[in-house]
């Protein structure tokens, strides 16, 4: 089956504490995205990658980091430096060709730092 | 900048209702996509519709039925008939052009729909 899994669905961690976000997609596209989500606000982007070895900031980077070596792959780190973790994310990928391709959403991590 | 606006947070119906979700829209761009996403409560969103600034016409598919209308830069979502599976978070997203944007979705805050029985 093609998909997107992040993996795991509920995590725990201590304030100070990195921890890392996984995102894998068998889809073969070439574009991944990371969204936070917050209860009553829409997503919002914070890393983006459209090829192997390279990424964008998006809207809230700050806190974050990324890294894109397998096209497979899109981890997201959450840092100490970001001041509130606790949130719902989302990894998505898209096909990255001429013309528009919609995004498709894996089924989300939901990070709780206390 | 580029901007989607849902006004209506929570909407609650009865089963068989008809029900629509306003969606309103802000870009620069002559060319831009259009998008309606469905969340349920297990957190996936799970993609609906995409449409094109140039394509307006509507779309039915099955339920669900769609108004693209330029002149008021609305994209609005209705369910016929509605029914208690569609509980949900609907997300409306707007996309710009790749020159000016790349593949950024922008994002409304939802509508949280709630179907009684």
């Known amino acids: 089956d093609g998909g997107i899994t992040q993996s795991p669905k509920y995590l725990f961690r201590k304030e100070g504490q990195n921890v890392t976000l996984s995102c894998e997609q068998n889809?073969?596209?070439?574009?991944m995205y990371w969204y936070r989500q917050d209860p009553g606000q829409g997503l919002r982007l914070i890393y983006y990658?459209?090829?192997?070895?390279?990424?964008q900031k998006g809207d809230i980077a700050e806190g974050y980091s990324v890294s894109r070596e397998k096209k497979e792959s899109f981890p997201l780190t959450v840092t100490s430096a970001q001041k509130n973790p606790t949130a719902f994310y989302l990894c998505?990928?898209?096909?990255?060709?001429?013309?528009?391709?919609?995004?498709?959403f894996g089924p989300g991590t939901r990070l709780t730092v206390t | 900048a580029q901007k989607v606006t849902q006004a209506q947070t929570e909407i609650s119906v009865v089963e068989k209702e008809d029900v629509t979700l306003d969606c309103v829209y802000e870009t620069r761009d002559t060319t831009y996509y259009l998008f309606w996403y469905k969340q349920p409560p297990s957190g996936e969103l799970v993609f609906l519709i995409r449409r094109n600034s140039f394509d307006e016409q509507n779309e039915i598919s099955g339920r669900y039925s769609w108004n693209f209308q330029k002149s008021t830069s609305s994209f609005n979502f209705t369910i016929t008939a509605s029914q208690v599976v569609d509980s949900a978070v609907y997300f409306c997203a707007l996309r710009g052009e790749r020159k000016s944007s790349g593949d950024k979705l922008t994002f409304g805050t939802g509508t949280r729909l709630a179907v009684r029985p």
């Open positions: 990658s459209q090829i192997v070895n390279d990424f």
């Open positions: 998505a990928s898209s096909a990255h060709y001429v013309g528009v391709y919609e995004q498709y």
């Open positions: 889809l073969n596209h070439d574009a």
